[in-house]
Nanobody, 125 residues
Framework: QVQVVESGGGLVQAGVSLRLSCAAS????????VGWFCQAPGKERKFVAS????????YYADSVKGRFTISRDNAKNTVYLQMNSLKPDDTAVYYC??????????????????WGQGTQVTVSS
């Protein structure tokens, strides 16, 4: 059974950093492109960042470019989202998702098959 679990969220003040982690079991993470998405209350889920199986190719939403960095450690079956210079607008539940094996990362949530339960990030001003 595939499980995707996010961790690292919390309540922080604007300007600080957080690192989210996404761990997977039941699949070989190195075979899967992974994406991070977020959903704020009352809003649609939106793309944040994605990364290829090797980690060489990454994509970012314009709103996080230069502030967030996605990376992965396939030996640990873990993907990270380093979030710097956080803003109140970043407040949302952050979800990690994996695509089917041997596919490329995209910026579209319906391309992703395996989802975690999400971790809350709240940024106060």
């Amino acid at each position: 059974q595939v499980q995707v679990v996010e961790s690292g969220g919390g309540l922080v003040q604007a300007g600080v950093s957080l690192r989210l982690s996404c761990a997977a079991s039941g699949l070989t993470f190195s075979r899967h492109a992974v994406g991070w998405f977020c959903q704020a209350p009352g809003k649609e889920r939106k793309f944040v960042a994605s990364i290829s199986r090797s980690g060489i190719t990454t994509y970012y939403a314009d709103s996080v470019k230069g502030r967030f960095t996605i990376s992965r450690d396939n030996a640990k079956n873990t993907v990270y989202l380093q979030m710097n210079s956080l803003k109140p607008d970043d407040t949302a539940v952050y979800y990690c998702a994996a695509r089917s094996a041997m596919t490329s990362p995209t910026m579209t949530d319906y391309d992703y098959n395996y989802w975690g339960q999400g971790t809350q990030v709240t940024v106060s001003s």
